[in-house]
């Protein structure tokens, strides 16, 4: 079986090796996807000589390595902080199981996360749910409003954002009614998970908007942004036209004041030449932000 090592610029140590497959200290078991042909993938995730990797099995492609930090120092302070009970995990950190489910419900929640449907305008080869436009599963507005108002008398109104997402969200017919019972329930912060192609819409652009106009509540857009280029689409997305949706619902947000956070899938032999011109993208545009911190986000390697 053919074996691949992550090649990182200007990254040089004796310690790693194709051998150093599946070695070390396992931190977890997760899914990735094949880097040749984009396929699910099982992963995991190991520590070893005072680093972080990700060794990954493709049934038809072998194994690969992918270095996630370089210091597993690094790698933990990334991680959610716990212990205070305000936390995301907070007291529920460490507890036996039911304990740790009675208490995560009573801790703060950071984001809130709904999948609205499983439909989707894109068929991505790389698309963990395998959405669709054909998939025809999404959640009525009865379902959807009965799991707010769980929410809400389970003390959640006060989450710091509740995202909608999918599928593609902006797909679903009633994703407007939705988000009027979210602000009639007290949620200040609404994200929408979208890859940008009905925001490229003017009058459905307008319409999000509008929703937002008359109250304190704020709408951010995590949006797919994967590169400039047809091709990095072509193979991510299986659609080489995109950029210019992407382009369009940018310039739309950006006119209606609606607040993006674009996040890149950054994928090794696809996009990694990319990743200057993404953070040039947030640094040129200073609307695009998300609650709280960054303007934009990298995911990967892939
Ligand atoms: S846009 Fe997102 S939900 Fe739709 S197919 Fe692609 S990865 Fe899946
Ligand atoms: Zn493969």
Redesign the pocket.
Known sequence: MMKTIAKIDNFESDAITPDDFSEGRLIKQTMS???????P?QASVFERHGQVWMDKT?????QFSALLSSDIRHYYQALPQTGDGQSCCGSACGAPLGDAQAATWTNHSCNILIEITERCNLSCPTCFAGSTPQHSNQMSLREFTRQVDQLVAGGKSAADVIQLSGGEPTVHPQLLEMIDVLLDRGFLQVCINTNGIKLAQERFAQSLAERFEHNDASLFIYLQFDGFEDATYSRLRGRADLLRLKQKALKNCERLGINVHPVMTLTRDINEHEVGDFIQLGMNHPFLKKPGDTTCDVLGPL
Not at 33 to 39: D, F, G, N, R, S
Not at 58 to 62: A, V, Y
């Open positions: 996807i094949c880097p040749v042909c984009l396929e993938a493709c049934p038809g492609h072998g």
